[in-house]
C-alpha cells in the first residue's frame, strides 16, 4: 500500500531564505512529499537556516536538538539542513551533529529531491556546498506563479560584493549577479495573472541590480517597467545598500504611483568613524544627504534601518553619533543589533575589548529612542483613514480582515472575504506596536 510522505520546513531569515523556501516546497510536492504542520508527524524535517547573526546561528542548533529525540525514536526519519548555516559550517555539521543526515548549501537548492532519495535509498549522509558559476547561476532563479496570495516576492539579483567587513552574506550567498529584466518582466506579469496586486522585488543589493550586466536596464528602470505592468498595483522593494542609492531610483518615489511610500535603508552607524571601519562605502553626510533628498521627493515617505550596536572599537562618542543620526532621520523602525563576530569576516579580526554590559547598556538606550520614534508614528495614525492592501484573514478574530499600508503596517478590521485583493480606505482606531487595528470608513 502506498503510505504518503510528509515534510516539515522550518525558515530562518531573511525574505530571500522565504523565497528558497517557497522553491523547496513546489520542489518536494513535486517529489511525493506532503506538507505538515507538526514535526512529529513528518519523515523529513528541514531547517533553511540564516546565520548573518551568531543569535541566528546558534537558534538553529537549539531547534536542531530538539529534534533529536525523534530521531531517536525514529531512525528512518530523515533530518537535513539548507541555507546559509549549511554553507557556512558544512562539513562541520555533519561532526557535530552525527543524527543530521543531510546538509545542502544556498546554490543547491535545486538538488534536494536527488540528495533526499540518495538518503532514502541508500541511507548515507549528504553534503552539498559547492558554489555554481554564474551561468548556471542564472539557469537557476527561483520563480514560482502558482497560488493565490495578493503578495509576492521576486528576486531579481543573488550575492553580494561588498564585503562589508561584519558580514557573512558574501561568503555564504557568492558573488552578486543579477537575473536578465525580461525573465523578471515576464514572472511579474504570470504573477499579475494569477491574482497577485503587489510584488516585492528582492536581492542581497538591489540596488546594484545589472550594474554589472552590459545593457542590461538599471533597477531604476526595471521599477519603472514594473510599473508599467497591468494588475500590479503596489511595488515594493529589498535590500538597498545606501552607496547604491541613485539619484535616478531616489526620483522613482517621487514619480511612481504604484511604488510604496517606505524604503529600508541600513544605516549600521551614525560615526563615519565605524563607517570606514564597516567599509560601507559612504560617510555620514552623504546618507543624510540621500534622507533629504527622498524626503524631498516624496514628503510622506518612511525609513526603516539596520544598526550595529557595539562594533569593535565603538566609542562612546561613536554611539553618540549613532543616536544623534536617529534623532535627525527619525526612523519609522530599526532593525538593531549586538555586534557578534562572524567567520571569515574582517571584523572578526578586529581588537575587541568593549564588555558585555556596557554592550547591552547602549543597546537598551537605542531600543529606548526607537520606541519613541516608534510610538510618535503610531499615535499620529490614529483617527487617519489610510489605504490598505486587503493580503487575507486576519489571525487576530474570526470575521476580521488584515492588509497592509503603504508604509508596510499591518492593519486588521473587520470584514467580508470578497475585500481580500482590493486596496480600500479604513480608518485606524488603536495603534499597536506590531498592528493597528482599524474600521472599514463605511461602516
Known amino acids: 500500500m502506498f503510505m504518503e510522505k510528509r515534510f516539515y520546513l522550518e525558515t530562518f531569515g531573511c525574505q530571500m531564505n522565504v523565497v528558497d523556501s517557497e522553491r523547496i516546497v513546489d520542489l518536494l510536492r513535486k517529489s511525493g512529499y506532503r506538507q505538515v504542520d507538526d514535526s512529529a508527524d513528518a519523515d523529513l524535517i528541514l531547517l533553511n537556516t540564516c546565520s548573518v547573526r551568531d543569535k541566528a546561528e546558534r537558534k538553529v542548533y537549539g531547534h536542531l536538538g530538539r529534534y533529536k529525540p525523534l530521531k531517536d525514536a525514529n531512525p528512518a526519519l530523515i533530518l537535513g539542513v539548507g541555507g546559509c548555516v549549511a554553507q557556512q559550517e558544512g562539513e562541520r555539521l555533519l561532526e557535530k551533529l552525527p543524527y543530521l543526515d543531510l546538509v545542502f548549501g544556498t546554490h543547491n537548492v535545486h538538488k534536494l529531491p536527488e540528495l533526499v532519495k540518495k538518503v532514502e535509498g541508500q541511507r548515507e549522509r549528504c553534503l552539498e556546498t559547492d558554489f555554481l558559476d554564474k551561468e548556471t547561476r542564472l539557469q537557476l532563479f527561483p520563480q514560482r506563479t502558482e497560488g493565490d496570495s495578493v503578495t509576492r516576492f521576486v528576486t531579481v539579483m543573488q550575492g553580494c560584493d561588498n564585503f562589508c567587513s561584519y558580514c557573512i552574506v558574501p561568503h555564504v550567498r557568492g558573488r552578486e549577479i543579477s537575473r536578465p529584466s525580461g525573465e523578471v518582466l515576464d514572472e511579474v506579469r504570470e504573477l499579475a495573472a494569477v491574482g497577485a496586486k503587489e510584488v516585492t522585488l528582492i536581492g542581497q543589493n538591489v540596488n546594484s541590480y545589472g550594474c554589472k550586466e552590459p545593457g542590461e536596464l538599471s533597477f531604476a528602470q526595471l521599477l519603472r517597467q514594473?510599473?508599467?505592468?497591468?494588475?500590479?498595483?503596489?511595488?515594493?522593494?529589498?535590500?538597498?545598500?545606501?552607496?547604491?542609492?541613485?539619484?535616478?531610483?531616489i526620483d522613482c518615489f517621487g514619480e511612481l504611483e504604484k511604488l510604496c511610500k517606505h524604503l529600508h535603508l541600513p544605516v549600521q552607524s551614525g560615526s563615519n568613524r565605524i563607517l570606514e571601519l564597516m567599509?560601507?562605502?559612504?560617510?555620514?553626510?552623504?546618507?543624510?544627504?540621500?534622507?533629504?533628498?527622498?524626503?524631498?521627493?516624496?514628503?510622506?515617505?518612511?525609513?526603516?534601518?539596520?544598526?550595529?550596536?557595539?562594533?569593535?572599537?565603538?566609542?562612546?562618542?561613536?554611539?553618540?553619533?549613532?543616536?544623534?543620526?536617529?534623532?535627525?532621520?527619525?526612523?519609522?523602525?530599526?532593525?538593531?543589533?549586538?555586534?557578534?563576530?562572524?567567520?571569515?569576516?574582517?571584523?572578526?579580526?578586529?581588537?575587541?575589548?568593549?564588555?558585555?554590559?556596557?554592550?547591552?547598556?547602549?543597546?537598551?538606550?537605542?531600543?529606548?529612542?526607537?520606541?519613541?520614534?516608534?510610538?510618535?508614528?503610531?499615535?499620529?495614525e490614529i483617527g487617519k483613514v489610510l489605504q490598505v492592501l486587503v493580503e487575507g484573514q486576519s489571525r487576530q478574530g474570526e470575521g476580521q480582515l488584515s492588509g497592509r499600508t503603504t508604509w508596510n503596517r499591518i492593519i486588521n478590521f473587520d470584514g467580508d472575504t470578497d475585500l481580500i485583493g482590493k486596496i480600500i480606505p479604513v480608518r485606524i482606531v488603536k495603534a499597536f506596536r506590531n498592528s493597528?487595528?482599524?474600521?472599514?470608513?463605511?461602516?
Do not use: W
Not at 226 to 239: D, N, Q
Open 226 to 249: 514594473v510599473h508599467a505592468i497591468e494588475g500590479i498595483e503596489r511595488i515594493r522593494f529589498t535590500t538597498s545598500h545606501p552607496k547604491d542609492l541613485s539619484d535616478d531610483l
Open 436 to 443: 493597528h487595528l482599524g474600521t472599514l470608513i463605511n461602516q
Open 279 to 380: 567599509a560601507r562605502g559612504y560617510t555620514r553626510d552623504s546618507y543624510l544627504e540621500k534622507v533629504r533628498r527622498l524626503k524631498n521627493v516624496c514628503p510622506d515617505i518612511r525609513l526603516t534601518s539596520d544598526i550595529i550596536v557595539g562594533f569593535p572599537g565603538e566609542s562612546e562618542e561613536d554611539f553618540a553619533e549613532t543616536l544623534s543620526l536617529m534623532a535627525e532621520v527619525k526612523y519609522l523602525d530599526v532593525y538593531s543589533f549586538i555586534y557578534s563576530p562572524r567567520p571569515g569576516t574582517k571584523a572578526a579580526e578586529m581588537i575587541d575589548d568593549l564588555p558585555a554590559a556596557q554592550r547591552q547598556a547602549r543597546f537598551d538606550r537605542l531600543l529606548a529612542l526607537q520606541e519613541e520614534h516608534s510610538q510618535q508614528f503610531r499615535e499620529a
